[in-house]
């Protein structure tokens, strides 16, 4: 079983729709939890940081966690083409020798 | 401006060489990691080091090795042992335990 398991995609919205994107976490021991935008070519950028429950929103960007369901996701409201990217979700807490995660990441285009 | 700075940008291999990828950071962070990525896929790990002169076997340390003399700096040699190089190499650092993961510009290893 993967730590950190996202839906691979891709995931197509137009422009000015809200794009959704999901992940789910195996240890319930988990603090902290990251979305990081990547661009093709580029290495990834932190766009959202959320350590607990319920939402956070930064301008277009909001995240949304659930501990007890071990999932975190992340809302991209009037997507735009510029949010075409890959995006990482990334998991940190728990009890082995490495406590840093990321899933394999969702990616997302947007249709002008 | 504090940050990690990954070098070279991109790097061509010979079959049977040896070579080393430059990961130096100015955060004080004590972890320190080491990624693939190779074209549309997720990161994985290949080493990381949470203090110096230790460090750990990711899920994919076969022809690849570290060393961590240093907090600043934490070099991944890929060596011939290694028969399918050619990728996009991701170095990464953390301070306090459960905080965000900071990344390099990247190195693109290409076998010629």
């Known amino acids: 079983q993967k730590e950190v398991e996202q839906n691979s995609g891709p995931l197509s919205v137009p422009e000015g729709a809200i794009a959704s994107l999901n992940c789910t976490y195996s240890?319930?021991?988990?603090?902290?939890f990251f979305w990081y935008r990547q661009y093709s070519g580029k290495s990834p950028e932190l766009i959202m940081s959320i350590y607990s429950n319920g939402d956070k929103e930064d301008g277009r960007f909001t995240a949304q966690l659930n501990k007890a369901s071990q999932y975190v996701s992340l809302l991209i409201r009037d997507s735009q083409p510029s949010d075409s990217a890959t995006y990482l979700c990334a998991v940190t807490g728990g009890t082995g020798a490495n406590n840093l995660f990321f899933g394999t990441g969702t990616r997302l285009t947007v249709i002008p | 401006d504090g940050g990690i700075t990954q070098s070279p940008k991109y790097l061509f291999r010979k079959e049977g060489q040896n070579v080393t990828l430059s990961c130096e950071q100015n955060?004080?962070?004590?972890?320190m990691y080491w990624y693939r990525q190779d074209p549309g896929q997720g990161l994985r790990l290949i080493y990381y080091s949470q203090i110096v002169n230790d460090f750990q076997k990711g899920d994919i340390a076969e022809g690849y090795s570290v060393s961590r003399e240093k907090k600043e700096s934490f070099p991944l040699t890929v060596t011939s042992a290694q028969k399918n190089p050619t990728a996009f190499y991701l170095c990464?650092?953390?301070?306090?335990?459960?905080?965000?993961?900071?990344f390099g510009q990247g190195t693109r290893l290409t076998v010629v």
């Open positions: 990464a650092s953390t301070g306090h335990v459960n905080t965000e993961a900071f």
């Open positions: 240890d319930r021991g988990s603090q902290s």
């Open positions: 955060l004080n962070h004590d972890a």
